[in-house]
């Protein structure tokens, strides 16, 4: 054979397997991009939903507050002699809870005691001349001048013993502000840690509070507005602790509206018999919002709000998204009404799962 032919038929050889090799490795990537853009199925596990009965009700969170409390200070200023309950005990109504150094105090009271006894004895005997001129006036034994004179200056007398009598109830009083009594039955919640301290009128030293009941201040809608009555009984928890009362009720539903939030202002009784609650603290009320009816129980781990509240249910090789209203929210288990029944909805829904998606049930 021709030596030139020979090389012309193995170059053609050559470019054919290159060809070849070319259009072999473009069909290998069009079939990996093919892949990568349709994913197979995704693996969902499903989990059943129940039907319960439940009523429309709306959660609210508000801050716990004392019935009552005060900060206290002395009505006249001193120096702090002694405290007499500790911080965090529990007082009663008028119990002393500190006392000012009462020896000026003291000697005030004792120098109008001596003042008032002094006016006293001067009224008596001005009184008595008075009444002996009067008697002898109408005998002629004294002039009218006379028995004028000794009743003026027995009206006197009186006038000086009841500014006595007035000085000395002043002293008196002023000493009893010398003695710090609690104005309502509660707790001390704070107090100065030593005696000794020179104090001045109305410097506040203590803080009062009462602690049972509690009072849950929120804000509510118009239409939570319209159900809530007085005297309504609602369920309060509270947010960190978890204790709960079904015994709350609405003490106050304000008919006007906050200026910054337009919702209503409502005050909720919260009973805290052994001090179960906290105060300044969260607390949730759970505010009925209409008759019982029929939902569906499923949990929490199936629910997604992305975008709004909803599930997932499969059909088929897909999976639907349903929306679903959220009526009662708990840690393991939640309450939904949905438009539409369910029997399992898919559990541990992905976060990039969507509505008509390709699924597998696991």
Do not use: C
Not at 64 to 80: D, N
Not at 102 to 124: I, K, L, R, S, T
Request: charged share 20%; no cysteine; glycine share 6%.
């Amino acid at each position: 054979m021709n030596r030139k032919l020979v090389i012309s038929l193995a170059a053609g050889a050559a470019a054919v397997a290159a060809v070849v090799a070319l259009s072999t490795g473009a069909k290998a990537k069009a079939a990996v991009d093919l892949a990568a853009n349709n994913p197979g199925p995704s693996p969902v596990t499903l989990t059943k939903v129940s039907t319960v009965k439940s009523a429309p009700r709306e959660e609210i969170t508000g801050a716990l507050q004392p019935a009552k409390a005060l900060q206290l200070g002395f009505e006249v200023g001193g120096r702090l002699a002694r405290i007499l309950v500790r911080k965090g005990a529990t007082v009663g109504e008028g119990q002393i809870i500190a006392q000012l150094d009462p020896e000026m105090a003291d000697a005030q009271v004792q120098q109008a005691e001596a003042a008032a006894n002094a006016a006293q004895a001067q009224f008596a005997m001005a009184d008595d001349v008075a009444r002996r001129n009067a008697e002898l006036q109408k005998a002629g034994s004294v002039s009218d001048l006379q028995a004028k004179n000794s009743a003026s200056a027995a009206a006197a007398a009186a006038a000086q013993f009841q500014a006595a009598r007035a000085q000395l109830a002043q002293a008196r009083a002023a000493r009893r502000r010398h003695d710090l009594k609690a104005p309502f039955a509660g707790v001390l919640i704070d107090a100065p840690d030593q005696v000794g301290a020179t104090v001045a009128t109305g410097a506040a030293l203590f803080t009062l509070e009462q602690l049972d009941p509690l009072v849950l201040k929120l804000t509510v809608s118009d239409t939570a507005r319209e159900v809530l009555k007085i005297g309504t009984k609602l369920r309060v928890e509270s947010v960190g602790s978890g204790v709960a009362t079904e015994e709350a009720w609405v003490r106050a539903v304000i008919p006007s509206a906050d200026p910054a939030t337009r919702r209503i202002p409502v005050e909720v009784v919260v009973p805290n018999k052994g001090s179960l609650f906290t105060a300044h603290t969260l607390a949730r009320a759970v505010l009925p919002m209409g008759s019982v009816e029929d939902a569906l129980s499923v949990p929490a781990s199936a629910l997604s709000s992305q975008g709004g509240d909803h599930v997932y249910v499969v059909a088929g090789e897909s999976v639907r998204r349903i929306p679903v209203q959220v009526l009662e929210r708990g840690a393991e288990k939640i309450v939904v009404k949905a438009t539409q029944p369910m029997d399992q909805v898919v559990n541990y829904p992905a976060p990039d799962l969507v509505d008509g998606a390709r699924v597998s049930v696991k």
